[in-house]
T-cell receptor, first 110, second 115 residues
């Protein structure tokens, strides 16, 4: 099954860029990489997704390596409100299922 | 505003009772999903539906049932056969399914406690 690997936790100073890595070495050629975040006791919030090219929106940037085996989510200027668990997810091949791992707990400190 | 509504936010039941969790969306999305989250864990897929009157089991469907009679509604019933029903339940939808590259949009969840 498609699977992602993320560090369990990271720290980032407020105002600095937060770079969250994700390994998805088993990804299939036509599968998207999705990023979500979850603040305690709320539903996950969609951040961004991409296939091959780098993507940017108002929340973040997504950098996908050329071989597509890994990606990095970049929050350019982290704030205290960005403290959350961040999930990197890929689809299980040929299904409509996204598999969530345990994610990275990002702590932004003043 | 368009979105996904889950109700109630907190639900308490006695062991042995069935309970139905509500999920309604006004996004006109075709696909809907139910996930379960336990403390410190990621989300696990219970059931999903890509179109009205059709649904598929996810990874942990035992002890749960769903229906999809209307596009905007996807209720989940937690039956007495579910061994560990206490959890945080999340409903989500997407325009046409994640296989098409469409992201999931989540509700804010229902926290079910069974004693």
């Amino acid at each position: 099954d498609a699977k992602t690997t993320q560090p369990p936790s990271m720290d980032c100073a407020e105002g600095r860029a937060a770079n969250l890595p994700c390994n998805h070495s088993t990804i299939s050629g036509n599968e998207y990489v999705y990023w979500y975040r979850q603040i305690h006791s709320q539903g996950p919030q969609y951040i961004i997704h991409g296939l091959k090219n780098n993507e940017t929106n108002e929340m973040a940037s997504l950098i996908i390596t050329e071989d597509r085996k890994s990606s990095t989510l970049i929050l350019p200027h982290a704030t205290l409100r960005d403290t959350a668990v961040y999930y990197c997810i890929v689809r299980v091949y040929n299904t409509d299922k996204l598999i969530f791992g345990t994610g990275t707990r990002l702590q932004v400190f003043p | 505003d368009g979105g996904i509504t889950q109700s109630p936010k907190y639900l308490f039941r006695k062991e042995g009772q069935n309970v139905t969790l509500s999920c309604e969306q006004n996004l006109n999305h075709d696909a809907m999903y139910w996930y379960r989250q336990d403390p410190g864990q990621g989300l696990r897929l219970i059931y999903y539906s890509q179109i009205v009157n059709d649904f598929q089991k996810g990874d942990i469907a035992e002890g749960y049932s769903v229906s999809r009679e209307k596009k905007e509604s996807f209720p989940l019933t937690v039956t007495s056969a579910q061994k560990n029903p206490t959890a945080f339940y999340l409903c989500a939808s997407s325009i046409d399914g994640v296989g098409q590259g469409s992201p999931l949009h989540f509700g804010n969840g229902t926290r079910l406690t069974v004693t």
